[in-house]
Nanobody, 121 residues
Framework: QVQLAESGGGLVQAGASLRLSCAAS????????MGWYRQAPGKQRELVAR???????NYADFVEGRFTISRDNAKNTVYLQMNSLKPEDTAVYYC???????????????WGQGTQVTVSS
């Protein structure tokens, strides 16, 4: 019954900023980890950033310090602040959550529907 509600994508010029948001609903427990993946046309889906419940983070090398991931554990919501966007960042961005929906469920990945980010020169 878990659903991920995602928003914040759009069309921007190079150098601009966007903030993506994603809230996981339908779980009575906090997510172990949340994060963002992206997929450009003709390419495989790749990790952008992830954050654990304790606050530890991981970023892809291409982020180069430009993005910041954060979360609100109480709301099971994750954010991705993207600054200094480049045309190479153009992709569909997917939210994910690693969580146990109920105490009788196992940990598993849940995915959002994806939001388009387009960066023009």
């Amino acid at each position: 019954q878990v659903q991920l509600a995602e928003s914040g994508g759009g069309l921007v010029q190079a150098g601009a900023s966007l903030r993506l948001s994603c809230a996981a609903s339908g779980s009575t427990l906090s997510a172990n980890a949340m994060g963002w993946y992206r997929q450009a046309p003709g390419k495989q889906r790749e990790l952008v950033a992830r954050i654990a419940s304790g606050g530890s983070t991981n970023y892809a090398d291409f982020v180069e310090g430009r993005f910041t991931i954060s979360r609100d554990n109480a709301k099971n919501t994750v954010y991705l602040q993207m600054n200094s966007l480049k045309p190479e960042d153009t992709a569909v961005y997917y939210c994910y959550a690693l969580l146990q929906a109920r105490i009788w469920d196992r940990l598993r990945d849940y995915w959002g529907q994806g939001t388009q980010v387009t960066v023009s020169s």
